[in-house]
């Protein structure tokens, strides 16, 4: 961490309000990763020269606000991003000066499977476990669009599985109802051709041109907590990047 990293600018504010968000910046400035812990309470005291019910208010505030979460008997953890944003690469605004888009999560069906080899890589458990499957159909109105099915380990699926899986976003879910927190992701993406039967749940032609997205979803620790597998309609990808 940059020596500054935690500088505190005083203001008319409240002293809680100022530290708050000299520990805003310094998380959106990357001084700590997502799923990291940020320091003890008697260390930012130290640092911030600020009472221990400060520091609580300030932290409070961010927790609040969703940059951190607190574990009882562990300390105060940086949450990431928005992860609940696979939709983010197909296209399904409204056209100008038309009504706006309702899209929507449909459950297609729910199961337990035996892990395929990559499941069992990314739940770091073997080849043929037990896990759960839950496929979902997301739809702009009646058109689907993309196609989603996530793959859960037992120990997170015997917290989860009461969980309305049509929510969305479904992370959100997890956090509020389940106390189950992402807060890093990895995916990859890769173009393919629709088979049969994803390509009648689309409705797109079979061989038809699809998007497919791999998702390994982690909680604190690298605990990971989905794999999901989501195949879009190629007709409504786009990426977009900003580079400077």
């Known amino acids: 961490m940059r020596p500054d990293a935690l500088a505190l600018v005083r203001t008319a504010a409240p002293l809680y309000r100022d530290v708050a968000v000299a520990l805003e910046r310094a998380i959106r400035e990357g001084a700590w990763k997502p799923g990291e812990q940020i320091p003890t309470e008697p260390e930012l005291e130290r640092r911030f020269g600020a009472s221990r019910g400060t520091i609580r208010q300030a932290i409070g505030e961010l ?45 297609l069906g729910q199961a337990l499977l035996l892990a ?48 309305d899986f049509s929510h969305h976003p479904l992370y959100d879910l997890f956090k509020n109802q389940y106390g189950q927190f992402v807060v890093a992701a990895e995916e990859f993406l890769r173009a393919d051709l629709a088979a049969p039967a994803e390509a009648a749940l689309l409705g797109i032609e079979a061989a038809a041109p699809v998007i497919r997205i791999e998702r390994t979803a982690r909680s604190f620790a690298e605990r990971p907590i989905e794999y999901r597998r989501a195949t879009g309609r190629a007709d409504r990808f786009r990426y977009h990047v900003r580079l400077r």
């Open 116 to 163: 395929d080899a990559d499941t069992a890589a990314a739940f770091g458990i073997d080849q043929g476990e037990q896990v759960a499957w839950v496929r979902r159909l997301r739809c702009d109105g009646d058109q689907p669009f993309l196609l989603v099915d996530s793959y859960f380990p037992m120990p997170v699926w015997h917290i989860v599985q009461g969980a």
């Open 63 to 107: 927790v609040q606000a969703g940059w951190l979460h607190r574990q009882a008997g562990r300390g105060t953890f940086v949450l990431g991003p928005s992860f609940e944003s696979l939709e983010r690469f197909f296209r399904y605004e409204a056209m100008p000066g038309g009504a706006p888009l309702m899209p929507r999560n449909r459950v």
